[in-house]
């Protein structure tokens, strides 16, 4: 069998070449993340929170988190939102060319809170509290737990290049883990955990192997702005849209694709 050789450095280049370019660099800027140090270090008001965590602090406060998410699952901290945030600077971040960087956030923030009522909500008329106050309900799937075989691990074939990339954890018994849906947006499979790994490690093993962090730490709500910042090519970031970095084409007008929520929801399920 014939087989082709490279070595790191004409790959370093080639990828140097892929993602170059002006929409690429706003693209890197807008996924660069913090140390983890920095961000477990993040509690409410403190004086060293990152400057784009104190600007979802003075739009949504503790109190605020209380009242919008009163049915949520305990693992939904306020403390979890904020570490969340901290993680991906370009979340609430500023701007330099006059765009105005708290409008982003605001209208960011009720995008992600809509997308967390459709994604994870109760969705029961008879609750004391409205539809839209009925997000963060899940952390798990329903009828998911831990322990479960055979979820949404079909994509763990070491045969097929999904598994070769984001090679799959297994149980004692060497079966696969489950990646199921868990979070505020309920990641699954393990070619978004893989790459959010990646983002949150620089490893994609860790949550391949150890899944059950996406549900039982920040990283519940850090997945959902993880998801929200990168692009889902051929499809652009949520974050994109609503700062107004993407601008439709010919094509995307021609198929009523416009700056605004609809094309948000389309970017998570379209």
Not at 180 to 186: D, I, L, N, S, V
């Amino acid at each position: 069998v014939d087989k082709y050789e490279t070595t790191q450095a004409e790959l370093d280049k080639k990828e140097d070449e892929l993602s170059s370019g002006p929409v690429m660099d706003k693209v890197k800027e807008s996924i660069k993340t913090r140390d983890n140090a920095t961000v477990e270090a993040v509690e409410p008001n403190l004086q060293s929170n990152p400057e784009n965590v104190k600007r979802v602090e003075s739009i949504i406060s503790a109190a605020d988190w209380d009242f919008l998410f009163p049915k949520r699952s305990p693992e939904y901290t306020y403390s979890n939102f904020l570490k969340a945030v901290a993680k991906f600077p370009a979340f609430c971040g500023s701007y330099d060319d006059g765009r105005e960087a708290e409008a982003i956030c605001r209208k960011s923030l009720a995008t992600m809170f809509a997308h967390f009522a459709q994604e994870t909500g109760g969705h029961t008329a008879w609750w004391d509290v409205p539809e839209w106050r009925q997000a963060l309900v899940h952390v798990r799937e329903m009828g998911w737990s831990e322990q479960m075989l055979g979820g949404y691990n079909g994509e763990c074939n070491p045969d097929v290049w999904q598994g070769q990339t984001w090679p799959c954890g297994t149980f004692a018994n060497g079966e696969y883990k489950s990646y199921f849906g868990r979070g505020a947006k309920q990641l699954s499979y393990n070619y978004n955990y893989g790459p959010f790994s990646q983002a949150i490690y620089g490893d994609v093993s860790v949550l391949l192997d150890n899944p059950e962090l996406v549900a039982d730490t920040w990283l519940n709500l850090a997945s959902a702005v993880f998801f929200f910042v990168y692009p889902q090519p051929p499809k652009p970031s949520m974050l994109h849209v609503i700062d107004g970095t993407w601008q439709p084409n010919e094509r995307d007008i021609a198929n009523g694709l416009t700056p605004g929520f609809g094309v948000t929801t389309q970017i998570i399920n379209g």
